[in-house]
């Protein structure tokens, strides 16, 4: 039985940039909340009978956009679970309001040389292949920070553990709770910085 009861209602969509850590947060949430999990990526592959860089290859970014659409559209329909979307996900103007509507969605946003480190290390994502790892970033940043701003809560994660996201994460949920139940209105924006540990600082 969950901890938290309150929290485990309604779908919670992570939605952030590559390398923000949304699956490997999303599966320590969903445990702690005592929900199921999906990762958006996992079932749009599912679906495809393909990786994602093999649907990158074959038919191109707006294929993998358009399945990912009709994936989560799917998701969203489903019981209350932990969802980790994929990084561009939010930006499409449908699949941002089915999240608005049918889920609570968070923003996990990290500093752009902490994921540029991250995401480095691996050679599987399609959207870096010969490029580098900063410049892609960048771009992403500005062309999808203003739809991730529209997230109903942000998460500062900063160079964390992952439980530590986590726990930022059910502060900011319970926050959001308690003002609705006092207020009757969702608080949307909320922003939950993450404690990093050092004395008196927060990660940015």
């Known amino acids: 039985m969950s901890a938290y009861p309150a929290l485990n209602q ?10 923000v ?15 199921p999990f999906r ?14 860089p093999e649907i990158f ?6 294929a993998f ?9 799917r998701l969203l329909d489903e019981p209350p679970h932990v969802l980790a979307t994929g990084g561009g996900a939010f930006v499409n103007d449908e699949t941002r309001r089915l ?15 902490v994921l540029a480190r ?50 930022a994460i059910l502060r900011a949920l319970e926050a959001r709770a308690s003002e609705g139940r006092a207020t009757g209105k969702k608080a949307t924006g909320e922003e939950a910085p993450v404690d990093t540990g050092a004395a008196g600082e927060t990660a940015r």
Request: net charge negative.
């Open 118 to 167: 991250r995401v480095g290390r691996k050679d599987t994502r399609p959207l870096l292949t010969g490029r580098d790892p900063m410049e892609v970033l960048r771009q992403h940043a500005a062309d999808r920070y203003g739809a991730y701003g529209e997230a109903d809560i942000v998460v500062e994660t900063g160079d964390t553990p992952h439980h530590v996201a986590v726990d």
């Open 57 to 62: 290859e074959q038919f191109g970014e707006p």
């Open 65 to 73: 956009r358009d399945g990912e659409r009709r994936v989560i559209a």
């Open 39 to 52: 990762d958006a990526d996992v079932e749009v592959e599912a679906a495809a009978g393909r990786t994602i």
């Open 10 to 19: 309604k779908t919670i969509a992570l939605v952030g940039l590559m390398g």
């Open 21 to 35: 850590g949304k699956s490997s947060v999303g599966r320590r949430l969903a445990t702690v909340l005592g929900m």
């Open 99 to 113: 999240i608005k509507e049918k889920a609570i969605s968070v923003w996990l946003k990290a500093d752009l040389d």
